[in-house]
T-cell receptor, first 115, second 113 residues
Framework: KAGVTQTPRYLIKTRGQQVTLSCSPI?????VSWYQQTPGQGLQFLFE???????NKGNFPGRFSGRQFSNSRSEMNVSTLELGDSALYLC??????????????FGAGTRLSVL | GENVEQHPSTLSVQEGDSAVIKCTYS??????FPWYKQELGKRPQLIID?????GEKKDQRIAVTLNKTAKHFSLHITETQPEDSAVYFC????????????FGKGTLLTVNP
């Protein structure tokens, strides 16, 4: 089985721009969660999608948004980028339903640098 | 919301020794507790997990214990090897329809040969 795939692996943007990151979950997994990883804050939860619906959201500003498609692939969008948005963005997939969050497998991440 | 605290932030042991990492959580409804290992430049990997109806779980040299009353859980690694060197994260999943994982800030484990 292919693992969780994230594209692109690296991105360089400037302040004020917007960016879209993509995540393809493990086949059969219907829940996708997104995390921001920084050296100071560790892994912080952004949001979780299941069956194209956002079920849980972390404490991030509205500039961070996401969506999930019918094939469970998910995208995350950050608008009006700020320097502090530089981080590794990880997505993780799990079977979903009441088992969401259990047995979560991570992608390799997208390293975003905002200049 | 859920708060997970992890200690210590760094841990250095000699090869062959045991290592213990401890986490506490705040939400008594949390029901699932995974541990992840992240090597430098790599993705976090799930190494062991435990559900709230179980007190202990082992997988070869790794074990996790859970004390629901005290709201803490621990990772035990025996006979450590240099390849165990990594950052370890604990996490807790909320109860009910709260499916988000809240992570501790991580423990950098160094195993010295």
């Amino acid at each position: 089985k292919a693992g969780v795939t994230q594209t692109p692996r690296y991105l360089i943007k400037t302040r004020g721009q917007q960016v879209t990151l993509s995540c393809s979950p493990i086949s059969g997994h219907r829940s996708v969660s997104w995390y921001q990883q920084t050296p100071g804050q560790g892994l912080q939860f952004l949001f979780e999608y299941f069956s194209e619906t956002q079920r849980n959201k972390g404490n991030f500003p509205g500039r961070f948004s996401g969506r999930q498609f019918s094939n469970s692939r998910s995208e995350m969008n950050v608008s009006t980028l700020e320097l502090g948005d530089s981080a590794l963005y990880l997505c993780a997939s799990s079977l979903g339903g009441s088992r969401a969050g259990r047995g979560q497998y991570f992608g390799a991440g997208t390293r975003l640098s905002v200049l | 919301g859920e708060n997970v605290e992890q200690h210590p932030s760094t841990l250095s042991v000699q090869e062959g020794d045991s290592a213990v990492i401890k986490c506490t959580y705040s939400d008594s409804a949390s029901n699932y507790f995974p541990w992840y290992k992240q090597e430098l430049g790599k993705r976090p990997q799930l190494i062991i997990d435990i559900r709230s109806n179980v007190g202990e779980k082992k997988d070869q040299r790794i074990a996790v214990t859970l004390n629901k009353t005290a709201k803490h859980f621990s990772l035990h690694i025996t006979e450590t090897q240099p390849e165990d060197s990594a950052v370890y994260f604990c996490a807790a999943r909320g109860g009910g329809s709260n499916y988000k994982l809240t992570f501790g800030k991580g423990t950098l484990l160094t195993v010295n040969p």
